[in-house]
Structures are given as structure tokens and as C-alpha cells.
């Protein structure tokens, strides 16, 4: 480019500093910024800035990403939301959860609006850490701020609730979150059946996968690979046949997991001959 006469700008330069970091060539990137300051006089911009701020938090240097801040500031170069939603998922990934809330306040003190991406990082965090009030003190906050949680902020909560052992509670905000206009999508669904299962409450989880199929929604291999072997876990035999055909006449297969399980049981149990049909129904699925 620099032979023909046409000279980088800023948007040259911003992607190949994406590469660099992406495979980790720190000091290439240092070289390639001094080069774009330096000599070419070339400014980065919020976005050039924002991919290295995100790069380094990727990589766990959080110190770096947080000094790049500090140039952005002392170049007149001002973060945007993006920015500091990148810094806000550095800290949480580190569990550093009062660093995470200081950008918040430093996010509003510069009159810059958090958005739903940024409560949706920290609501995540916090159910993560089983901090499940203060997840739902920022979930109240955002209708305060005018932000519309999404579908995403509550299958978050969802986890969150089903983490901490509270599936009927979560069964409760699932009806909420419909009331208030949301439809649940294949996520929310394998949520609250993993939180169900995982609470003993198979009966509850088979008719809440018949209401998944019910709603229009078709489940995803992996949901009845599942809940099969939570019915095989619970002597739920028929019902684990039944989804094992239904699950093989929609295309899938019988992962590694259920296979194992179902050879399992027929070593260890008298040869049920439900569980012979399941095994040889699998076995000719593709496992």
C-alpha cells in the first residue's frame, strides 16, 4: 500500500492490531502502536482502543486493560459503553465484583448509560457467585433506569435460581417472565429442566418438556439425550423409551452419555425388557 502511495489510517490499522492480539503477539501490538503513533501520527480511535481494553481483559491481564483506560482518557480518546462493558466482564471473570461495581459508578458519573449487556454481565456474575439478591436488586434496577431486561437477562436469573437448588421458585419466575410479555426460547426451557432434574423433580420436568413441545418449540438433541437419562436415573423406563423414540424419528441420536448409562443398567439390573428395546432402538440411532 505504502509503494503504491496510499497511506494506512486508522482503520488499517485497528484490524491487524485485532489479529495480533487475538494470537497473543503482545510485542508486535506495542511495536504496531508505536508505529501508528509515532511515525505515522495516526490516533487511535474508541474503536482501536476498545479491542485492545478487550483483548487484554481476555487474557487476564486486567492491569493492562485498565492503564489502556487511562491513555484513552489522557489522549482525549473517551470510552464508550462497549468499552467499559469489556472492563466490567474482565473483573467479573476474575470475581473481582467491587472493581466491576466502581466502573458502574464510574459509567454513571461520566453520564454514560449502562445498557442491558452491562446488568446482564454483572447479574450473571453475581448469580454465579450463588449472590442471588443482590442479582435480583440489579434485575429491579434496570426497569428503574428505563432498561427492558430481555430474554437473555432472564434466563440468567433462571440459572441463577436453579444453581442455587430453587426450582420451584424458578418454575414461578418462568410464569413471570411470560406474563410480562416474553417468550421463553429452547434455553429457558433446558434451564428449568436441568434445574428440575437436578432437584429430583423428574414428574414436574416430563411435564414441563411435554409443555416445551407443546409451545411450538422442538428440542435440541442434547435436551432429550437429558432428560432420558434422568428417567433411566429415576426407574422412569417407559418414559425413557418414549422420548427415545421420539427423540430417534426427529433425526438424533443417543449420545455417549445415555449409551453408557443404558449399558449400565442392563449389566446391573435383571434384563428389563424395556431397557433391551431403549438399548437396541439407540444402538441402531448412530451410536
Not at 61 to 79: F, S
Request: with cysteine; net charge negative; charged share 20%.
Amino acid at each position: 500500500m505504502m509503494d503504491e502511495g496510499i497511506f494506512p489510517d486508522v482503520w488499517t490499522y485497528s484490524p491487524i492490531i485485532q489479529v495480533l492480539c487475538n494470537f497473543n503477539r503482545w510485542e508486535e501490538v506495542s511495536l504496531l502502536l508505536k508505529q501508528m503513533i509515532d511515525d505515522m501520527k495516526i490516533s487511535p480511535d474508541v474503536h482501536t482502543f476498545t479491542i485492545l481494553v478487550n483483548a487484554y481483559s481476555k487474557s487476564g491481564k486486567l492491569d493492562d486493560a485498565k492503564h489502556m483506560i487511562e491513555i484513552m482518557n489522557e489522549r482525549g480518546v473517551y470510552p464508550d459503553i462497549v468499552t467499559y462493558n469489556t472492563l466490567i466482564h474482565a473483573y467479573c471473570s476474575q470475581g473481582q465484583m467491587d472493581g466491576a461495581l466502581a466502573v458502574l459508578n464510574t459509567i454513571k458519573s461520566k453520564k454514560i448509560m449502562p445498557d442491558c449487556y452491562t446488568y446482564n454481565i454483572l447479574i450473571d456474575a453475581y448469580c454465579r457467585e450463588q449472590k442471588l439478591d443482590i442479582a435480583m436488586d440489579l434485575y429491579r434496577k434496570m426497569a428503574s433506569e428505563g432498561l427492558s431486561p430481555t430474554i437473555i437477562t432472564h434466563n440468567i436469573l433462571l440459572h441463577g435460581l436453579c444453581l442455587m437448588g430453587e426450582s420451584m421458585e424458578a418454575l414461578t419466575f418462568f410464569y413471570k417472565i411470560q406474563d410480562l410479555g416474553h417468550k421463553p426460547n429452547i434455553i429457558t426451557y433446558e434451564t428449568l429442566l436441568g434445574g428440575l432434574c437436578k432437584n429430583h423433580r423428574v414428574n414436574r420436568a416430563l411435564s414441563f418438556f411435554q409443555a416445551m413441545e407443546c409451545s411450538g418449540l422442538i428440542p435440541r438433541s442434547k435436551t432429550y439425550n437429558f432428560i432420558i437419562c434422568e428417567c433411566l436415573r429415576n426407574k422412569k423406563y417407559n418414559e425413557a423409551c418414549k422420548l427415545a423414540d421420539k427423540m430417534v424419528d426427529r433425526g438424533f441420536v443417543g449420545d455417549a452419555t445415555t449409551s453408557s448409562l443404558l449399558q449400565q443398567l442392563l449389566l446391573s439390573e435383571v434384563q428389563d425388557p424395556t431397557l433391551l428395546a431403549m438399548h437396541h432402538k439407540i444402538l441402531h440411532s448412530g451410536v
